[in-house]
């Protein structure tokens, strides 16, 4: 049933002909508001929200990280040291990029949630 139903929204919100029944369940506006609220708005806010905590985390993370690479570099380690703070900072690195693109993804998600909520059919 569930999958119907929603066969039923993503045919309707692209224009399909559906049955009577179906048509006069889903001619509400508030069916489509809802939809784009809970599968992309409220995600992608949610996202922003909690990979946005996370990237700041590993900001900080990487800042540590990388005074302690310069501070290996400084004192004039031995080699292996030197790759271990560098392989150190990269991880950070990466991980921040990470939780950056999720970030974005997130943002992109909502704005396209807001788009659909602002750009209704007549």
Same mark, same amino acid.
């Given at each position: 049933?569930?999958?119907?139903?929603?066969?039923?929204?993503?045919?309707? =919100?692209? +224009?399909?002909?559906?049955?009577?029944?179906?048509?006069?369940?889903?001619?509400?506006?508030?069916?489509?508001?809802? =939809?784009?609220?809970?599968?992309?708005?409220?995600?992608?806010?949610?996202?922003?929200?909690?990979?946005?905590?996370?990237?700041?985390?590993?900001?900080?993370? =990487?800042?540590?990280?990388?005074?302690?690479?310069?501070?290996?570099?400084?004192?004039?380690?031995?080699?292996?040291?030197?790759?271990?703070?560098?392989?150190?900072?990269?991880?950070?690195?990466?991980?921040?990029?990470?939780? +950056?693109?999720?970030?974005?993804?997130?943002? =992109?998600?909502?704005?396209?949630?807001?788009? +659909?909520?602002?750009? +209704?059919?007549?």
């Amino acid at each position: 049933m569930a999958e119907v139903l929603l066969c039923c929204v993503f045919e309707y =919100l692209n +224009g399909y002909r559906l049955s009577w029944h179906r048509k006069q369940i889903l001619r509400l506006p508030m069916a489509r508001k809802l =939809l784009l609220i809970v599968c992309a708005i409220i995600p992608g806010t949610v996202g922003v929200v909690v990979f946005g905590y996370y990237a700041l985390v590993d900001w900080d993370a =990487l800042q540590l990280a990388y005074q302690n690479y310069e501070a290996v570099i400084d004192q004039n380690s031995g080699l292996e040291a030197i790759f271990v703070a560098h392989a150190s900072q990269n991880i950070h690195r990466i991980n921040l990029f990470a939780d +950056g693109t999720w970030t974005l993804l997130s943002a =992109l998600l909502a704005a396209v949630g807001i788009h +659909g909520l602002s750009t +209704g059919r007549a």
